[in-house]
Nanobody, 126 residues
């Protein structure tokens, strides 16, 4: 497994931007696909997007497509979530997750990930 720590959350006005980081420790980071999820109060944890192990392909939920961008730097063991044009409905705790070894493409299913960060709060005010 890898250990994951998110940072970069905070309070921002609608239309603003934030960049979340997820720092990983462990030797297998560069071989793992990574995902970002979010969970708003009273709601299930929802897939935001994911990125393949080499960063070559990204996937996004329809709700964030065109506004959010996922990238990774395997030399720094870090994955990023750039969030632009934020909306109040983006308010949630954001989690990064590492995909299970032996699989190759990010999926929207939380059980396909075996390591999770502690989460970082993003609040978008109207």
């Amino acid at each position: 497994q890898v250990q994951l720590v998110e940072s970069g959350g905070g309070l921002v006005q609608a239309g603003g931007s934030l960049r979340l980081s997820c720092a990983a420790s462990g030797r297998t980071f560069s071989s793992r696909y990574m995902g970002w999820f979010r969970q708003a109060p009273g709601k299930y944890r929802a897939f935001v997007g994911g990125i393949t192990s080499n960063g070559g392909t990204t996937y996004y939920a329809d709700s964030v497509k065109g506004r959010f961008t996922i990238s990774r730097d395997n030399a720094k063991n870090t994955v990023y979530l750039q969030m632009n044009s934020l909306k109040p409905e983006d308010t949630a705790v954001y989690y990064c997750a590492a995909g299970r070894t032996g699989r190759y493409y990010p999926t929207p299913t939380p059980s396909d990930y075996d390591s999770w960060g502690q989460g970082t709060q993003v609040t978008v005010s109207s």
